[in-house]
C-alpha cells in the first residue's frame, strides 16, 4: 500500500523559501515553463533619460521609489550562505512562478491570485526521503498549498510569493546610507550606473527611472534584475499534473 507523503518534504521546501525570504533573495521566471527566459536589460523600456545621475547621498531612496512603482520584475541570480542557493522567478502584481534551488535540490513553485502551489521535483522528492513507490506518485506533481498536507504552510508561501511584499522588502534592502559617487558601467551591453557601498555593488539603469539592474556583494552573492514592468502571467498548474492522493 502506498503511503501518503511525509509532510518532512513540505518542511524542507518551506525552509528553502524561508531562507530565501529571510536572505533577500530575489528571482525570475522559470515555473514549470510558464515564462520564457528572462529579458535582458537592454531589452527593457527605459523611460526618458534623466538629465543627471542621482546623487549617492539619495541613490537608495532613488531606487526604492523605482522599485516601488513597479508592475512585474524578473530576478535570476545565486548566493552562497548557509550552503549553496540559486533563484530564478518573475514576479507579477497577481501571480509569480519560478523556482529556487537549495544545495541542488529544487523547489519549483507558483502563485495565481491567491492559490499557491509547490511542485515535488525528482531531487526534491530524493533529498526527503520519500519511499520509491510514493515518490513515482508524487514525484513531478504540484501539491496546492491549502491542502491538509501543507498544515498552514500556505500563507507563510503566499506572503513570500506576494510582489509588493517581495519588490518592497529588496527596495528596503537597496536603501542604506553610504554609497559613493555614480560611475560608469554596463550591464548585459546596457549602459549603466555603479555604485559602491562597502562590499556591496549595485547598478542602475542609466536613463529613465534608475531602476536596479544587478547587486551584488561577496555576503550577498549576485543578483540581476530584468523585465521591470513587464509581466509574464503565471498560470494555475494543469489538473492533470496536481497531487491528488492521501493529503490533498
Known amino acids: 500500500m502506498i503511503r501518503p507523503v511525509s509532510n518532512r518534504l513540505l518542511l524542507r521546501c518551506g525552509a528553502a523559501v524561508a531562507a ?23 531589452a527593457t523600456s527605459p523611460s526618458a533619460p534623466s538629465a543627471a545621475p542621482p546623487d549617492a547621498a539619495t541613490v537608495g531612496e532613488t531606487v526604492k521609489a523605482a522599485m516601488k512603482k513597479s508592475t512585474a520584475v524578473h530576478v535570476k541570480g545565486s548566493k552562497s550562505e548557509d550552503g549553496k542557493m540559486k533563484v530564478d522567478m518573475q514576479f507579477n502584481k497577481d501571480s509569480v512562478s519560478g523556482s529556487i534551488e537549495k544545495d541542488g535540490v529544487e523547489v519549483p513553485v507558483r502563485r495565481v491570485g491567491d492559490k499557491v502551489w509547490m511542485k515535488f521535483s525528482k531531487s526534491l522528492a ?62 548585459a551591453g546596457a549602459p549603466a550606473l555603479k555604485y559602491q557601498n562597502g562590499s556591496r555593488t549595485i547598478f542602475l539603469e542609466a536613463a529613465g527611472s534608475h531602476r536596479l539592474l ?35
Open 126 to 187: 530524493k533529498a526527503a526521503g520519500v519511499p520509491a513507490e510514493a515518490a513515482a506518485i508524487v514525484s513531478d506533481k504540484w501539491v496546492s498549498l491549502d491542502s491538509p498536507m501543507a498544515q498552514g504552510m500556505g500563507e507563510a508561501f503566499k506572503l513570500f510569493l506576494d510582489y509588493d511584499v517581495f519588490v518592497g522588502s529588496m527596495a528596503d534592502d537597496a536603501d542604506k546610507p553610504g554609497y559613493t559617487a555614480a560611475g560608469p558601467a554596463d550591464v
Open 20 to 42: 530565501a525570504a529571510l536572505a533577500g533573495t530575489a528571482c525570475s521566471g522559470s515555473g514549470g515553463g510558464t515564462a520564457p527566459p528572462p529579458a535582458s536589460p537592454a
Open 214 to 248: 544587478r547587486l551584488e556583494s561577496p555576503e550577498e552573492g549576485l543578483m540581476e534584475f530584468s523585465g521591470w514592468d513587464e509581466p509574464v502571467p503565471a498560470q494555475a498548474p494543469p489538473a492533470a499534473e496536481i497531487y491528488s492522493g492521501p493529503g490533498s
